[in-house]
């Protein structure tokens, strides 16, 4: 197992268009989280699945953001009709209880 | 609502100085991680600490905790080029998603 790997690692896009992240994250981890950080900033919780189960979501997840895992294996985050605000690095990690978090190498956005 | 606090949050240093850098947490935290980030690239976890008093060094580095006062440290030992980068702090909520609080991060420069 190579860690908790993501893709693509940029990403361009235009302002109103959609995209899509996808984490694969360690296969023995159940737990699975999302996270975004700007520019100077700490990264910021958005989601956490268990298994398949979408159990949290944080204030930050507006409605053009979802995420799903299918099968409780690989994730994806999607944000619709994106904004220049969107421009972040996107941050998957996974962990099994009571271990520590490993994180992938990102997805970096920016939206012009 | 966990919020955690770093301080400073920017360090220049010499090469071969000694300093300590400061957590803060507001909640009670199951555990305290420490977490390095080179610019552009995602997060290496450096430390976990589990317990009051817990203390875990890696080579120029040590970090401690102490949960009585929700203050976690990491003391850099004869600093080295090589530890340039940022340094994140975070806890962990407790029960349900279990989910990582950062701190804003402290960017080190160690300077030749």
Known sequence: DT?????????????????TFRCDPISEHNRLYWYRQT?????EFLTYFQNEAQLEKSRLLSDRFSAERPKGSFSTLEIQRT???????????????????TFGSGTRLTVV | ELKVE????????QEGKNYTI?????????????????????????????SNGAVK?????MASLDTKARLSTLHITAAVHD???TYFCAGTTQGGSEKLVFGKGMKLTVNP
């Not at chain 2, 770093?6 to 240093?13: E, G």
């Open chain 1, 3 to 19: 860690g908790v790997s993501q893709n693509p690692r940029h990403k361009i896009t235009k302002r109103g268009q959609n995209v």
């Open chain 2, 22 to 50: 400061y957590c803060n947490y507001s909640t009670t935290s199951d555990r305290l991680y420490w977490y390095r980030q080179d610019p552009g690239k995602s997060l290496e976890s450096l430390f976990v600490l589990l």
């Open chain 2, 57 to 61: 060094q890696e080579g120029r580095l």
């Open chain 1, 39 to 43: 520019l100077g900033q700490g990264p």
């Open chain 2, 6 to 13: 770093q301080n400073p949050l920017f360090l220049s240093m």
């Open chain 2, 83 to 85: 530890l340039s980068a």
């Open chain 1, 83 to 101: 904004e220049q605000g969107d421009s972040a690095m996107y941050l998957c990690a996974s962990s099994q209880l009571n271990y520590g978090y």
